[in-house]
């Protein structure tokens, strides 16, 4: 065999595998396109957040728990979802919103008047969302490809942002909020939906928990104020939070 094309296939498949092979050689090459979700300018991913630790995404592949059967019962979906007092002709986004399971209950509460922008950084969910639109003829639902930083929502053009079982993966949650808030009609709400991380009995690991505290501490730096704290489900605390007042408004 020629000893330059020995060398290249050497370096091509022997390198990579070696823990001790120099940096330059196994460093992976920069991807040619940046991927949607990420925008130009964003700030190194965060692991914690005013003294919690940031969980991972929920990824695609496992969200068929969200539509799972026991969902009803164990979280009391019907209650939570009539605690929002959603009104026909509103703007409603459903941020996080995963393959839609909230989207499309969401969707006929809004009405033909209304309409849900349903958010998530995941183009796998957004397309099993744009699947059951399609079947379910749904025309009053924007899918949308949010980054990381920015829901890429339009300005003062939503009533209420949702966000079930999400906040605590953000892992640029300020910058999120701060969009959000954007985003938000004057007067607005979100709502957090969150596992009650106060009770020990809530079947779920503990970073995807979140106590109501923590959440009401971080909010403190954000133009939303505090509303209501909603007890009444088995798992989880429903959190309402209003845009501040601004001069403008
Ligand atoms: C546990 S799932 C909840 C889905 C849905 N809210 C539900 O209750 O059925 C969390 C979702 O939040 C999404 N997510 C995480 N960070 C996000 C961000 N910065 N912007 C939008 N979606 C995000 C994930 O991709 C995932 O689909």
């Known amino acids: ?14 390198l990579p595998l070696v823990s001790a092979a120099p940096n330059e050689l196994i460093k992976p090459k920069a991807p040619a396109t940046r991927p949607a979700t990420q925008p130009a300018q964003v700030p190194p991913p965060l692991t914690h957040y005013m003294g919690r630790e940031i ?13 799972r059967e026991e969902r009803e019962k164990e979280e009391d979906c019907t209650t939570m979802v009539k605690q929002l007092k959603v009104q026909p002709g509103q703007t409603v986004c459903d941020l996080g919103a995963g393959n839609g399971f909230y989207t499309l209950w969401l969707a006929k509460l809004v009405g033909e008047k209304g309409r849900v922008l349903a ?5 796998e969910m957004l397309e099993v969302l744009t699947n059951k639109m399609a079947a379910l003829q749904i025309h009053n639902v924007r ?3 949010g980054t990381i930083t920015d829901p890429r929502l339009p300005p003062r053009s939503v009533d209420l942002i949702l966000m079930v079982d999400v906040y605590h993966e953000f892992d640029h949650p300020f910058e999120m909020v701060q969009a959000m ?4 009609k004057p007067r607005g709400r979100i709502v957090f939906v969150e596992f009650r991380r106060e009770d020990p009995k809530v079947p779920i690991k503990d970073v995807h928990k979140m ?6 501490k971080e909010m403190a730096a954000q133009p939303v104020e505090w509303s209501e704290t909603i007890e009444v489900l088995p ?9 501040k007042a601004d001069k403008s408004e």
Do not use: C, N
Request: aromatic fraction near 10%; glycine fraction near 4%.
């Open 1 to 14: 065999m020629d000893p330059m094309y020995k060398r290249i296939l050497f370096a091509a498949l022997i």
């Open 55 to 67: 969980a991972q995404t929920m990824h695609w592949q496992g969200a068929g728990w969200l539509t």
């Open 119 to 123: 958010v998530d950084i995941q183009p």
């Open 143 to 145: 899918p949308i490809l």
């Open 181 to 184: 808030s954007r985003a938000l």
């Open 211 to 216: 106590t109501e505290a923590q959440v009401r």
């Open 235 to 243: 798992r989880q605390h429903i959190i309402v939070f209003k845009k």
